[in-house]
């Protein structure tokens, strides 16, 4: 079984910072991708962020302010989040592209969501 376990939401005044945090843990051989999707209300899942390898991604709204970065020793993915605006509030999902030991396919997984409040 693999499991992301989330860390780091909270609530932020405007121009705040936050850091989120996402681990992996069970029987992993491997993370290809790791992203950073977030749920507003009354909006789709967005992605905000993707690294693969050291290749980074971001969404237009957030360039300039978050950082995603990854440890893959310890199966951890971050999403540095600075100069936070009221509209980045949602609750932030990691997902992860994760081979298993044992296996030749690779499978997709979320973390639990972490809240993240921006307030004006």
């Known amino acids: 079984q693999v499991q992301l376990v989330e860390s780091g939401g909270g609530l932020v005044q405007t121009g705040g910072s936050l850091r989120l945090s996402c681990t992996a843990s069970?029987?992993?051989?491997?993370?290809?991708?790791m992203s950073w999707y977030r749920q507003s209300p009354g909006h789709q899942r967005e992605l905000v962020a993707h690294?693969?390898?050291?290749?980074?991604q971001y969404a237009d709204s957030v360039k300039g302010r978050f950082t995603i970065s990854r440890d893959d020793a310890k199966k951890s993915g971050y999403l540095q989040m600075d100069n936070l605006q009221p509209d980045d509030t949602g609750v932030y999902y990691c997902?992860?592209?994760?081979?298993?030991?044992?296996?030749?396919?690779?499978?997709?997984?979320w973390g639990q969501g972490t809240q993240v409040t921006v307030s004006s």
């Open positions: 690294i693969m390898s050291s290749t980074t």
């Open positions: 069970g029987r992993i051989f491997a993370i290809d991708t």
């Open positions: 997902n992860f592209r994760i081979l298993q030991y044992g296996s030749s396919k690779w499978m997709e997984y």
